[in-house]
C-alpha cells in the first residue's frame, strides 16, 4: 500500500500542466467496445488503477487487452463468459457498465453490485429501471443483477427522475442494438457522456440530441468496433487549478477544453484569482491578490462538479473568512472533513453543508485518504500545512491521477511515494 511524504510548500507554486485523458470518459468507451465484435482501439487513455480494474474485468468475459502509450485496444471476440464477478466490480462502480452492453449484444448476463468509493449509498436502481424500459428483464439473486431478453431489446422510452451520468451510460449503451427507436430524456449533459456518443457514433449507433437532455437512439442489429479519442480529465485539471489557488501561485493547464471547466474557473473568479483562457489551455493565477471567501453548490453539469467539491475546500481552508459549499449531488460526502481537521481546519458540517472558517493556521500530521477526490484535497491542504504531512491510502487517489507526484513536482511541489509493497498497475 502506497502513501505520501508531503511537504509544506515554501514558495507559491507555478507552471505548467499537461492533462490526461478523463479515467470517467474511458472506462464508459471500454464498455462500450463490448458492443461490437473484432477490435476497438482508444486513445489518449491515462494509466491508472481504474483502468486496470476495468480491463480485468473485460478480459474475465473473454476479451484481449493490449495497450502503450497511452494508447488500448480492446479484442472482444473471444467475450463468451457474461458474467462480471464480485471480486472486481466491488473495488470500482464503473464496472456496472458492462451490464447494458452485454445484455443488449448477448441477450444475458450475471453482474455484481457494484462497490466504488466509500462515500453513501450511490444506488443502481436507475440503471436497472432504465434497461427494464429498454425491454430486458431483471432479476436481483445473492449479490448478483441477472439482465435477459429474448432476442434484441426491444427499446423503449425512460425518463430519469434525476441526473445520473452513470445510469445515462448504461442505458444508451444498450439502446443502440435495440430493436427500436428509445428515446431517454432527462439525460446527463455531462461531457463524458458526449464522449461516449462520439464513440457510439464511430461504431455505427444512430443518436440524436448529443449535448441537450433527450436522446433518440434509433436501434441498428450490428455495431463495429470503434476508435475513440479520450477526452481531457476535467476535474484533474481542476484540481491542479486549486494548486494554484491555495499557495497563491499560478498555474497553466494545457490540453484541456476550458468549457468543460467553466464553472471551476467561474469559482476561482469569485475568490479573486486572474483566470485566463485560451484555445485548450487555461491559467489560474493568485499571486498578488487577496483572494475572498465565497458560497457555492455543487450541481450536475454545466454546474459545479461535486468531484471539485474537496480539492476547492481545501482551497477555501486557506482563505480567511466564512466559505460556504452546499452539496446538491450527494448528501454525505464529507469525510474529509475529519482529516483537514486534524490539519487544524475549522470546518462544521450541517447535513449537506460545510461551513469553511478559513485563514486557520495548519499543521502537518498523519492524515488520511477516504475516497479519490478527498485524497487530492488533503494533499493539497498539506502544502500549506506546517511541517510534513503523511497521506495514507493513496490507492485512491491512484484511480484518477496519472503521474500525481511528477505532476505536482514541476509546479514545484515535494510529494514523495512510499511503497510497503510491490502493486502490479499494468493494464
Known amino acids: 500500500m502506497y502513501r505520501f511524504e508531503v511537504h509544506q510548500v515554501k514558495k ?47 478480459r474475465v468475459i473473454g476479451c484481449r487487452i493490449s495497450g502503450e502509450a497511452h494508447q488500448l485496444k480492446i479484442d472482444t471476440r473471444g467475450a463468451d463468459h457474461l458474467e462480471a464477478p464480485y471480486e472486481l466490480v466491488k473495488t470500482m462502480r464503473a464496472s456496472f457498465y458492462v451490464l447494458g452492453p452485454l445484455v443488449a449484444r448477448f441477450g444475458r448476463c450475471r453482474v455484481s453490485l457494484p462497490g466504488g468509493c466509500a462515500w453513501g449509498p450511490r444506488p443502481v436502481d ?65 461531457p463524458e457522456i458526449d464522449n461516449l456518443v462520439d464513440y457510439l457514433v464511430s461504431m455505427g449507433a444512430k443518436i440524436q440530441g448529443r449535448g441537450t437532455r433527450t436522446l433518440t437512439v434509433q436501434g441498428v442489429e450490428s455495431l463495429r468496433p470503434g476508435k475513440g479519442f479520450t477526452i481531457p480529465d476535467r476535474i484533474e485539471a481542476g484540481t491542479y487549478l486549486c494548486a494554484a489557488a491555495i499557495t497563491r501561485g499560478r498555474v497553466k493547464v494545457t490540453k484541456v477544453i476550458p468549457d468543460h471547466i467553466a464553472s471551476t474557473l467561474d469559482a476561482f473568479r469569485d475568490m479573486g484569482c486572474k483566470v485566463s483562457v485560451g484555445a485548450d489551455w487555461a491559467e489560474v493565477d493568485a499571486r498578488n491578490v487577496e483572494l475572498k471567501p ?32 452546499q452539496d446538491t449531488v450527494y448528501n454525505d460526502r464529507f469525510k474529509h472533513v475529519a482529516e483537514l481537521q486534524r490539519l487544524g481546519a475549522d470546518i462544521q458540517v450541517n447535513g449537506n453543508t460545510a461551513t469553511i472558517k478559513g485563514g486557520s493556521k495548519l499543521e502537518g500530521t498523519e ?29 485512491h487517489l491512484d484511480r484518477g491521477y496519472e503521474d500525481f507526484e511528477n505532476k505536482m513536482a514541476k509546479i514545484g511541489a515535494t510529494v514523495i511515494r512510499h511503497s510497503d509493497d510491490e502493486e502490479d498497475d499494468s493494464f
Do not use: W
Open 12 to 58: 507559491p507554486l507555478e507552471g505548467e500542466v499537461q492533462i490526461s485523458g478523463a479515467k470517467n470518459a474511458v472506462l464508459a468507451v471500454m464498455a462500450a467496445a463490448l458492443l461490437a465484435d473484432g477490435v476497438s482501439e482508444i486513445t489518449n487513455v491515462p494509466h491508472l488503477k481504474d483502468m486496470k480494474t476495468m480491463s480485468d474485468v473485460l
Open 294 to 325: 465565497i458560497t457555492i453548490q455543487t450541481l450536475p453539469f454545466p454546474g459545479y462538479p461535486t468531484d471539485m467539491q474537496a480539492p476547492l475546500m481545501a482551497t477555501l481552508v486557506s482563505i480567511p473568512g466564512n466559505s460556504v459549499i
Open 367 to 395: 492524515i488520511m485518504g477516504s475516497d479519490l477526490r478527498a485524497t487530492a484535497g488533503l494533499v493539497l491542504a498539506a502544502f500549506i500545512a506546517e511541517g510534513e504531512s503523511t497521506v495514507s491510502r493513496v490507492y
Open 126 to 190: 436507475l440503471h436497472l429501471k432504465g434497461l427494464e424500459a429498454l425491454g430486458a428483464k431483471i432479476n436481483l439473486t445473492r449479490g448478483y443483477v441477472e439482465a435477459t431478453c429474448e432476442g434484441r431489446l426491444p427499446g423503449g422510452t425512460f425518463h430519469f427522475p434525476i441526473s445520473s451520468v452513470g445510469a445515462t451510460v448504461n442505458v444508451l449503451m444498450a439502446a443502440t442494438l435495440a430493436k427500436g427507436t428509445s428515446v431517454l430524456q432527462n439525460a446527463a449533459l455531462e
